[in-house]
């Protein structure tokens, strides 16, 4: 089975910091990564889907990059709204397997 | 507008069954793949189980593997999930989730309902 670690658990920014999340597959996924974002008492909601493609509706300050093992979340300026738990997941296989997430606080 | 509305959870003893149902609207149901994925209070996101379109792919994480069954009823827009011999691990926000494929293994999960909880406890 694909095991997915997110670095790092948890990450302390401020309204307008650039800043990126990563994850990496225990063995090459190709592209099949997708990223969710959490907020408290509320369903997962998908951000970017095949690693890098951007969710409809979702802003651009929002993007994802990588291939193989290495994959990253980037959010280029932190909105207010944007402090939630963010999730990496692997379609390439399945079982299909979550990232354990990153807390982003403010 | 796509709606995924869960239900049949509660508290139940260890041991016990729950069926659990997710009534899907706002798409062509049987044109998608589904799934369900819970989450332990405090805890993130645990895939539990897939089901493609037509029933012919099935999938399930090897902790429920043997006492979870999913289905769906394309004629009702209806995902379920049957849970037996429930454990008190298996105390979660159950979540039904629409996949953006056919099959179960290879798309992305774009619409969430918004979960039904399931205790189990003596």
């Known amino acids: 089975d694909i095991q997915m670690t997110q670095s790092p658990s948890s990450l302390s920014a401020s309204v307008g910091d650039r800043l990126t999340i990563s994850c990496r597959a225990s063995?090459?996924?190709?592209?099949?990564l997708n990223w969710y974002q959490q907020k408290p008492g509320k369903a997962p909601k998908l951000l970017i889907y095949d690693a890098s493609s951007l969710q409809s509706g979702v802003p651009s300050r929002f993007s994802g990059s990588g291939s193989g093992t290495d994959f990253t979340l980037t959010i280029s300026s932190l909105q207010p709204e944007d402090f939630a738990t963010y999730y990496c997941?692997?379609?390439?296989?399945?079982?299909?397997?979550f990232g354990q997430g990153t807390r982003l606080e403010i | 507008e796509v709606q995924l509305v869960e239900s049949g959870g509660g508290l139940v003893q260890p041991g016990r069954s729950l069926r659990l149902s997710c009534a899907a609207s706002?798409?062509?149901?049987?044109?998608?793949?589904m799934h369900w994925v819970r989450q332990a209070p405090g805890k993130g996101l645990e895939w539990v189980s897939g089901i493609s379109w037509n029933s012919g792919s099935i999938g399930y994480a090897d902790s429920v593997k043997g006492r979870f069954t999913i289905s769906r009823d394309n004629a009702k827009n209806s995902l379920y999930l049957q849970t037996n011999s429930l454990r008190v691990e298996d105390t979660a926000l159950y979540y039904c989730a629409k996949d953006s494929d056919l099959e179960y293994s290879s798309g992305w999960l774009d619409y969430w309902g918004q979960g039904t909880l399931v205790t189990v406890s003596s």
């Open positions: 063995q090459s996924i190709r592209r099949y």
């Open positions: 997941q692997q379609s390439y296989s399945t079982p299909i397997a």
């Open positions: 706002g798409f062509t149901f049987d044109d998608y793949a």
